[in-house]
């Protein structure tokens, strides 16, 4: 191929030949790796370095498989990988895996299929593989999962007359776009009912280190659904990024970890637990200051030094005497720092100086929102009925709440007889949406500026709003201006 040929096929691949900037398009993901990889060791631009494979055989492909075998599977240049990227279709699996899926790497991106705005049909369930050889228990599955889509088709029609009733058509507004906002939010509350083997469809995309790892986790699971559909994964991005994700395996440590913590952690269940209540709750466990006699002052003075540090000449040193001598103008930095905040700004990075850790007790129906935060580092205890429930107050004003309490019951029921059948890890595909999980997440105040902007928002869910607002209500507690700072964008 002489050298006009290759730089006409080059503008196939780069969206200009002479400028700086320029993006990169049309090669295959491993190929990319490579080039991305190779600035690291050669004097040659990007450019030059497409030059090069393209005069290869299959755009490089070989070349490249050569390549991530030596520097990444072998030699642990796992950084490499994150230059491939991979965009997955995730379809009818359920409610359960995909929240393993999106909590298995904190850089996985994901749009999912919104009970919040779509209805699904009747029937569209997983029904866990398990049950092939206990039919009867099969059979009660999957009467309880028709059970409930009848009790969800119920709440919906008799919360959206309820809600018509309670929310005339204000003047100057359309009949239909009013309705269509009721029906929303009928659906919203209506899923409650729903329990999670209902099926779901994501879209994924993520770079190929994160999708390995992904991969090695769900191979891990517990959960036979997720090691079949962690195969499934495998097999189809070979397509894309083969060498990259040759490797993705079970992890022994995970596994007997796992059953390690488990089998010792029986004897501790057995000194009792505290009963649970119904509705939600957050509990600040820890926080930065804390122990301390001002963890506000402890808290504003981590903010002010990082600021400080980066804005003036001062050495942190010089910054720590001028601040121990002038504690009145921590709180003024910070109010410099916020001031010209924006509602859609990001905080300065310093705030994710101040630390927090909580403990969740919140509705499922929350839970899959709130986990979609990858920026807070969740720990999740399996699903359950031992947490009590979340029941939506229109359900309540509506005289619905016996209907929904009844769906809730009839899994609670057959949850016990599956625990007792030896097959706990099916039980937690019949826990409703309404049942509380128990989960504790680390994060940041530059978080906590985002979790209340999104979720305290007027457009949020009451659930995920109330539960942020629990949590917001902790935080005051230690950290007032923070709080009221960041409630300003809300407001």
């Known amino acids: 191929m ?48 497409i030059d090069t494979v393209i005069r290869e055989q299959e755009m490089g492909r070989d070349r490249a498989e050569k390549f991530h075998e030596k520097w990444v599977l072998n030699y642990g240049h796992a950084s490499v990988a994150e230059h491939a990227t991979v965009h997955m279709g995730v379809e009818r699996v359920s409610r359960l895996f995909s929240s393993l899926l999106e909590c298995a790497n904190e850089f996985l991106s994901f749009t999912e299929y919104s009970q919040r705005y779509q209805r699904p049909r009747k029937g569209d369930n997983y029904i866990p593989k398990e049950l092939d050889s206990h039919p009867v228990l099969k059979k009660e599955f999957e009467e309880l999962c028709d059970f409930q889509y009848d009790v969800y088709s119920r709440l919906n029609t008799e919360l959206f007359d309820f809600l018509k009733t309670k929310f005339p058509i204000p003047e100057g507004k359309q009949e239909k776009a009013h309705f269509r906002a009721l029906e929303k939010i009928a659906f919203e509350d209506a899923r409650y009912a729903l329990n999670l083997s209902t099926l779901t469809n994501l879209g994924m995309t993520a770079n190929a280190r994160a999708i390995e790892q992904t991969i090695s986790a769900l191979l891990s699971s517990r959960y036979l659904e997720a090691r079949k ?24 440590y995970i596994v007997k970890t796992r059953e390690a913590l488990a089998e010792f952690s029986r004897d501790l269940e057995d000194t009792g637990k505290t009963k649970p209540e119904n509705g939600s709750s957050v509990a600040l466990f820890d926080y930065t200051g804390r122990g301390r006699e001002n963890p506000q002052a402890e808290a504003l003075r981590e903010i002010a030094r990082g600021l400080l540090f980066e804005f003036s000449g001062l050495s942190v040193g010089d910054i720590e005497r001028h601040l121990s001598q002038n504690t009145p103008e921590l709180e003024k930095i910070f109010s410099i720092a916020v001031e010209a905040l924006g509602k859609h700004d990001n905080p300065a990075g310093i705030f994710r100086s101040v630390n927090y850790n909580a403990e969740f007790v919140l509705s499922e129906a929350a839970w899959h929102q709130l986990l979609r935060h990858r920026k807070v580092s969740w720990t999740a205890k399996e699903p359950s009925v031992e947490d009590g429930v979340t029941v939506p107050p229109h359900v309540t004003e509506s005289g619905t709440e016996e209907l929904l309490l009844n769906a809730v019951g009839r899994s609670e029921h057959l949850y016990e007889k599956l625990v007792d059948a030896g097959s706990r890890d099916v039980a937690s595909y019949v826990v409703t949406n309404a049942h509380n999980r128990r989960v504790s997440g680390s ?30 209500q902790e935080i005051g507690k230690v950290h007032p201006v923070f709080v009221r700072s960041a409630l300003k964008r809300v407001a």
């Open 2 to 49: 002489d050298d006009k040929s290759v730089a006409q096929e080059m503008e196939s691949y780069v969206s200009n030949l002479d400028r700086d900037i320029y993006t990169i398009s049309n090669i295959p993901e491993e190929v990319v790796a490579v080039i991305f990889a190779y600035v690291s060791r050669s004097p040659k631009s990007f450019r030059e370095n």
């Open 229 to 252: 559909r962690a195969e499934e994964m495998k097999s189809e991005v070979r397509f894309s990024v083969p060498t990259l994700v040759k490797y993705a395996d079970e992890n022994p």
């Open 443 to 472: 994060f940041d105040l530059w978080e906590f500026y985002h979790l209340t902007n999104l979720r305290m928002s007027e457009g949020a869910q009451w659930d995920i709003q109330k539960v942020v607002g629990q949590l917001a």
